[in-house]
């Protein structure tokens, strides 16, 4: 309520968060972590052997892995920061409140991790020989670094939905050191080597010729797939346990799947990938085209699954059982539902609602308690009030709001007075009818 709200309109303010995310998890992920691991793998495979050509393609991979981290890697990084700081302020601020000294540790890993990417790529020629084994050791350290930016930002995203008893101790540590946090952090680790060989191994058909070469590396990425798709299952497993009773509940639910179709897909899926990391094992040359191209397909999905449930399953709240998804923090609401929401907002032009400004201050409403997750008009027709609000009367609205919350318990409840939720209704339900050319 401190903030400005800012409206993204038809793309969706929680979209654009999403979207973000998600491209830079698929990057981070399949790129800067697995891409690193199975790079350096590579090089020690062909150090071992002495294979010129199987360690320059482990150089021309370090060039790629350079160039995206440090391009879209990096600008994904910084959009994550720039979508929820200007559409969650709150959220974010409370979050580095929290955290300060584990995101300040965080950036001074990033900063080696990208220090050391420029040494080993830039010392491929200058280390040979003897300091071959130094170079080793330079990529040796870099996925450590790799893995190590993700473990703790892992940590901050696992307190998000289970912060243990933080809430009543305010311990960094509660919040931090929470259950959910080993599970989760293993289930990424292994899904970034899992999304690695299954970008990676396509692309051998066009840039590794030699038959024998072609063979180590298959054969590398198939010890990798076998160890790795298992190892995600069991992790992920237990990472379920460990989220919130309702947050369990809500896991078939955050996918839009059904139950069944949420298990066959998912069950199919490792299983095709597991089966591929035997066969690439088995050290076969050739392969099906078909289950390559699934397995990079079904990977990039898999963690895109990931991160949609992982944000709805936290539902009703932003950080559990402290402030809801719209920013509100839990022990407001029934001050607000006293004192009205719009006299708490330090930057709106309405301080409370009148017959004149009724339709001004519901717009302020929504942007305030609904725009982090819901839009007037949109391409997520699940969130978009133009479907969710379809053929409903003004009065419906505004009995429906001050319940919703009970009826559908991912919805936080509405903070503000019975004036206020008058306003909301009439202003949703004004925005509605126009744009589905109603009266």
């Given amino acids: 309520m401190e903030f400005p709200t800012i409206d993204f309109g038809w793309v969706g303010n929680g979209n654009l968060i999403g979207m973000m995310a998600v491209l830079h998890v698929m990057i981070n992920h399949a790129v800067a972590i697995g ?3 199975l790079m350096v793998s590579m090089e020690y495979a062909a150090f071992k052997r002495g294979n010129e050509r199987l360690e320059a393609y482990a150089r021309w991979l370090s060039k790629w892995i350079l160039i995206i981290t440090t391009t879209a890697g990096a600008m994904t990084g910084v959009g994550i920061w720039f979508t929820t700081t200007v559409i969650l302020p709150n959220a974010i601020g409370s979050l580095l409140r929290i955290f300060h000294w584990a995101w300040f540790t965080e950036w001074l890993v990033f900063v080696s991790e990208v220090v050391l990417l420029l040494t080993y790529f830039y010392t491929w020629d200058r280390w040979k020989g003897e300091k071959k084994r130094l170079h080793l050791r330079t990529g040796l350290a870099l996925c450590i670094m790799s893995w190590l930016t993700m473990v703790i930002i892992t940590g901050i995203l696992a307190a998000q939905i289970n912060p243990g008893d933080w809430v009543e101790t305010l311990s960094f540590w509660s919040a931090f050191l929470n259950t959910t946090w080993v599970p989760s952090t293993l289930f990424r680790t292994f899904a970034a080597i899992t999304l690695g060989v299954a970008v990676l191994t396509p692309l051998n058909r066009w840039f590794v010729k030699d038959p024998l070469d072609r063979h180590i590396v298959l054969k590398l990425y198939g ?3 076998v160890v790795s798709v298992p190892l995600m299952l069991v992790s992920g497993w237990w990472y379920l346990k460990t989220l919130p009773d309702q947050a369990q509940t809500l896991v078939v639910w955050a996918s839009g799947m059904s139950d069944f179709t949420f298990a066959f897909i998912n069950v199919l899926g490792l299983l095709l990938m597991f089966v591929l990391g035997v066969m690439l094992m088995d050290g076969r040359t050739k392969y099906p085209v078909a289950l390559t191209v699934f397995t990079a397909a079904f990977s990039l999905l898999l963690i895109t699954e990931f991160e949609i449930v992982r944000e709805n ?15 509100v923090l839990k022990t407001d609401v029934e001050r607000f539902r006293k004192d009205g929401a719009l006299a708490q907002a330090t930057l709106s032009p309405v301080r409370e609602v009148t017959e004149a400004n009724k339709l001004q201050a519901g717009e302020e409403l929504f942007r305030m308690q ?4 819901h839009s007037i008009d949109g391409p997520r027709r699940s969130r978009v009030m133009t479907e969710r609000a379809k053929g409903w009367s003004e009065e419906a609205l505004a009995s429906f709001i001050p319940q919703m919350h009970n009826i559908r318990p991912v919805m936080p409840p509405f903070a503000g007075t019975d004036e206020e939720v008058k306003a909301l209704a009439a202003y949703i339900h004004k925005m509605v009818s126009e744009r589905n050319g109603a009266e």
Avoid: D
């Fill in 223 to 225: 010890k990798w797939l």
């Fill in 370 to 373: 609904c725009i982090a997750c």
């Fill in 313 to 327: 399953i936290r539902k009703p709240y932003v950080i559990y059982n402290y402030m809801y998804a719209n920013g």
């Fill in 35 to 37: 891409g690193s691991v």
